[in-house]
């Protein structure tokens, strides 16, 4: 068991560096004048060299990687052409609102989307399965941007129910003192007691929750599905279901817990879908994440911005992945 | 043609195959429908000049005194900011988004399908590096590296279309592998071994063909995928650039007017979902029918 973690930890750390050689090679070899692109499209000629000294482009490739390495191991990823100031800062401040969301979605994903999963392979082939299938593969079908869109047509403009963008009323961003403890404000203003600030950020989060939300919680339910039909087939189900034991205890208990290696990676994944999905959808409500910020950065190309978001969520996902792999480890078959 | 007779020999089998599993997929009426409606599609695609009301609206030609009209019987997508007709930008789309996704899909099977024989062909050292390349591009979550990739490239539909096969080729492979390294060790590839066949011949005479089945199942499973992965750069400003009538773009556009002109941004997105639905729709059948533990006869 421990050497399976260390093994695979190990291969983490791997992953983590092929990650870097390629954003290093996108960011670097792949455009014709990196040093023109890191210094901003308004550059002058001084700038574009200071760029490239700055940058390490006069030396050869690997020194210039060394450089990379060794930057991004200090968390520097280089400032950012729009606002000046140091992507990493920026990155950690409009962290928290992009991490608020993502919960939401996972919490989301699992507790409705594995039940959804389960009820449709027990009533396999029954409405309710038909249902739910129609309804996984229809929002992994669904444009999420499009879905914020709709969301806000119909709730915001028609009915008038939620508001369209922002994490907080104005007059409450005005009148009140926003508590920040984590940076996270539904958090910090349920353990301060501020209800009122609290309702409002609930009531905020809920179109872009749902937009968000929507995608892994039809692929939580596929997989889920699919996972359990296969263990369903297999013997010891059969023999447990000759024991007398209920169909409940069957389910809920045997078949899903065998089916923790396949969910767990699927969830991994969903985070992922996840992460990505709030570039697209978190400017549609601004919502001050780190989704406005790419796609404020992509709009201005931004390049030292994309990068430093690109190489965070890749980052993230490839320890998602671990964590992901390591609870699988604790299922005995895996074991090698 | 001798070379040919010997190809459409060898595709037999397989050729079968694919007509039987045509047949299942036909009897399904959700995936009848889903083929119907592909097929449609695909002459809207083609026949976009001709069907369309106002094909002269699909690129430049703007009429401001029509500007953001809703559906009427003249317009029946409504119009957009300049005056152009909806609907006419929207079967364009379908030209747009159908042709950049087969030819997406096609080079990244172009790329990842000789890597992916090589590796479970050759062995060794060769597969152990080529795998490992394909590990560390499938661990960025997707569509990041589409991402970042089309914005160092410059944003334009066909350096999107770019981003989308340097992060998409590695699945290919992977697969390919899978299905080269079982082949590897059947009896044929054993014999052509024995008798001195050059390696390169091994691997693209012998193993290829032989591994194409999966390989396709997935290329039109992710169809549906890829086109939406277009529009979405298109939507963040990556892929195709104005007046093109991308889909991702339409709605990208919409944002500024939407609420006060609902049709604007509806009418690109269903055509994006009903797209992406029907090519999930058939690549989920087609995959039920050739797992032989769902197949039913």
Same mark, same amino acid.
């Given at each position: ?15 983590? /560096?092929?990650?870097? =050689? ?29 760029? *490239? ?7 050869? !490739? ?39 969301? %993502? ?24 409405? %309710? @399965? ?59 203003? !349920? ?10 950020? /609930? ?7 749902? *937009? ?53 990676? =699927? ?30 950065? =992509? ?31 604790? @299922? ?5 | ?30 995936? $009848? ?10 002459? #809207? ?11 002269? &609206? ?15 019987? $003249? ?8 005056? $152009? ?98 082949? $590897? ?20 005479? &012998? ?28 939507? #963040? ?39 992406? #639905? ?20």
């Amino acid at each position: 068991m421990k050497k399976f973690i260390l093994r695979r930890l190990l291969l983490g750390v791997i992953v983590m /560096l092929g990650v870097a =050689v390629i954003t290093f090679f996108v960011a670097r070899v792949v455009p014709s004048n990196p040093a023109a692109k890191w210094a901003g499209p308004r550059a002058t000629p001084e700038q574009i060299a200071r760029a *490239t000294v700055e940058l390490g482009l006069d030396k050869p !490739l690997v020194v210039q990687f060394g450089k990379y390495l060794a930057d991004l191991l200090q968390g520097n990823l280089g400032y950012s052409l729009r606002t000046r100031r140091p992507v990493t800062l920026e990155l950690m401040e409009s962290l928290p609102a992009t991490i608020e969301l %993502v919960f939401i979605s996972t919490i989301a994903a699992v507790f409705i989307g594995i039940p959804l999963g389960v009820i449709s392979a027990r009533r396999k082939d029954q409405l %309710v @399965d038909h249902l739910s299938r129609l309804f996984s593969i229809g929002v992994v079908s669904l444009p999420t941007f499009w879905i914020g869109l709709i969301l806000q047509l119909v709730f915001f403009r028609t009915l008038g129910i939620f508001p369209m963008g922002g994490q907080l009323s104005t007059e409450i961003k005005v009148m009140m003192e926003i508590p920040k403890i984590t940076g996270f404000i539904m958090f910090d203003s !349920l353990i301060t007691g501020n209800f009122k600030i609290f309702f409002d950020a /609930l009531w905020h989060i809920v179109l872009p929750g749902i *937009t968000i939300g929507m995608y892994p919680v039809g692929l939580v339910a596929r997989m889920t599905r699919s996972a359990l039909l296969e263990i369903l087939s297999e013997d010891y189900i059969t023999a447990a279901r000759s024991y007398g034991l209920s169909e409940r205890i069957v389910l809920w208990s045997y078949a899903l817990k065998n089916s923790i290696g396949a969910t767990s990676t =699927v969830v991994a994944l969903s985070i992922g879908y996840t992460l990505v999905n709030t570039f697209l959808t978190e400017s549609i409500f601004t919502w001050p994440g780190i989704g406005s910020y790419i796609a404020t950065a =992509v709009i201005g190309l931004d390049y030292p911005a994309i990068m430093g978001v690109t190489i965070f969520s890749a980052f993230s996902y490839v320890v998602l992945n671990l964590v992901a792999d390591i609870i699988i480890a604790l @299922d005995p078959r895996v074991r090698t | 043609m001798e070379w040919f007779s010997d190809t459409l020999k060898t595709l037999q089998p397989v050729i079968r195959d694919y007509r039987l599993s045509f047949y299942l997929l036909n009897r399904n009426a959700l995936q $009848r429908y889903s083929l119907i409606i592909i097929a449609l599609l695909i002459l #809207l695609a083609i026949f976009a000049p001709w069907i369309s009301p106002f094909p002269t &609206h699909a690129i430049s030609e703007t009429n401001p005194q029509d500007k953001l009209l809703p559906p009427s019987s $003249r317009y029946l997508f409504g119009t957009d900011e300049l005056g $152009r007709d909806l609907l006419s930008r929207v079967i364009f789309g379908t030209r747009i988004s159908l042709q950049t996704a087969l030819i997406a899909v096609g080079l990244a099977l172009l790329v990842g399908v000789p890597l992916g024989a090589i590796a479970g062909g050759v062995g060794g050292i060769v597969d152990e590096i080529i795998m490992r390349i394909t590990d560390v591009f499938l661990s960025f979550p997707p569509l990041l590296l589409a991402i970042a990739i089309a914005s160092f490239l410059g944003p334009s539909l066909q350096n999107a279309m770019l981003a989308i096969v340097i992060s998409w080729w590695p699945w290919y492979t992977r697969i390919i592998r899978g299905q080269a390294v079982s082949i $590897r060790e059947r009896q044929f590839v054993r014999a052509a071994r024995a008798t001195g066949t050059p390696m390169t011949s091994i691997v693209f005479k &012998h193993i290829l063909p032989n591994t194409m089945a999966p390989v396709i199942v997935q290329a039109s499973m992710d169809i549906g995928g890829v086109i939406l992965t277009i529009a979405a750069l298109s939507f #963040l400003g990556l892929g195709a650039q104005p007046p093109t009538p991308e889909w991702g773009l339409l709605i990208s556009t919409s944002r500024t007017y939407f609420l006060n002109a609902w049709w604007y941004s509806t009418f690109p997105g269903i055509a994006i979902f009903i797209t992406v #639905l029907v090519f999930n729709l058939v690549g989920d059948g087609i995959r039920e029918v050739l797992d032989p533990r769902t197949r039913k006869f």
